[in-house]
């Protein structure tokens, strides 16, 4: 239950494509949902997160798209760029006090764009 | 800037070997964390620390065991490597709430990670 799963393992997108990564949860105790790119030789770092009062937030050309019936959350890459290819993760963690706020990853997915 | 920094980039081990990952972090945070990263699995906390010489486990600590003894600096050690540690290591730091609270909604900033191989 305290699983994320991420998909596709893999991502080809055309420059000024969109890319879409979707991740699934199960445990409806979660209540915040970051995603985080790395780039190779680099760590994860954040890029950004939603909470589940919100269905999509968008910052520039990254937007996360929340369902909170089916426990889904998708990142979507508007336009992608050849520096988006990385490596993206979603995330999934409880918040608040007497929770350690540790965070559950996805498998990870690769995302190439071809110029 | 949120630096955390880790010891090495590339380390080489020999099964049995004790092998010590340290990490220090510059801003004063709270919380510290050891993943490991592989392929397919994407990351899985080994330990966590809230604080100076607290620690929690994750969810894969066979094998593994950490020390904190100072706020910056928290070390990883396999007390005897065995092939299947071969892995990225990944060390992350977050600030904490305030008022006793913790896991607000801090960010994690991670170091570049450590690629150890056990032969």
């Known amino acids: 239950q305290q699983q994320v799963k991420q998909s596709p393992q893999s991502l080809i997108v055309q420059k000024g494509g969109i890319s879409i990564i979707n991740c699934a949860y199960e445990?409806?105790?979660?209540?915040?949902f970051p995603w985080y790119q790395q780039f190779p030789g680099k760590g994860p770092a954040l890029l950004i997160a939603i909470r589940p009062d919100v269905s999509e937030k968008k910052e520039g050309r990254f937007t996360i798209s929340f369902n909170k019936s089916a426990k889904q959350f998708s990142l979507h890459i508007m336009d992608s760029q050849p520096g988006d290819s990385a490596t993206y993760f979603c995330?999934?963690?409880?918040?608040?006090?007497?929770?350690?706020?540790?965070?559950?990853f996805g498998q990870g997915t690769t995302l190439q764009v071809k110029p | 800037d949120v630096k955390v920094t880790q010891s090495s980039r590339y380390l080489v081990k020999r099964t049995g070997e004790k092998v010590f990952l340290e990490c220090v972090q510059d801003m004063d945070h709270e919380n510290m964390f050891w993943y490991r990263q592989d392929p397919g699995l994407g990351l899985r906390l080994i330990y966590f620390?809230?604080?100076?010489?607290?620690?929690e486990k994750g969810d894969i600590p066979e094998g593994y065991s950490v020390s904190r003894e100072k706020k910056e600096r928290f070390s990883l050690i396999l007390e005897s490597a065995s092939t299947n540690q071969t892995s990225m290591y990944l060390c992350?730091?977050?600030?904490?709430?305030?008022?006793?609270?913790?896991?607000?909604?801090?960010?994690?900033?991670f170091g570049p990670g450590t690629r150890l191989t056990v032969l």
């Open positions: 992350a730091s977050r600030a904490s709430g305030t008022s006793g609270r913790i896991a607000l909604l801090k960010e994690q900033f």
């Open positions: 445990n409806t105790a979660f209540d915040y």
């Open positions: 995330a999934a963690s409880i918040l608040g006090s007497g929770n350690t706020g540790k965070l559950i």
């Open positions: 620390s809230y604080d100076v010489k607290m620690k």
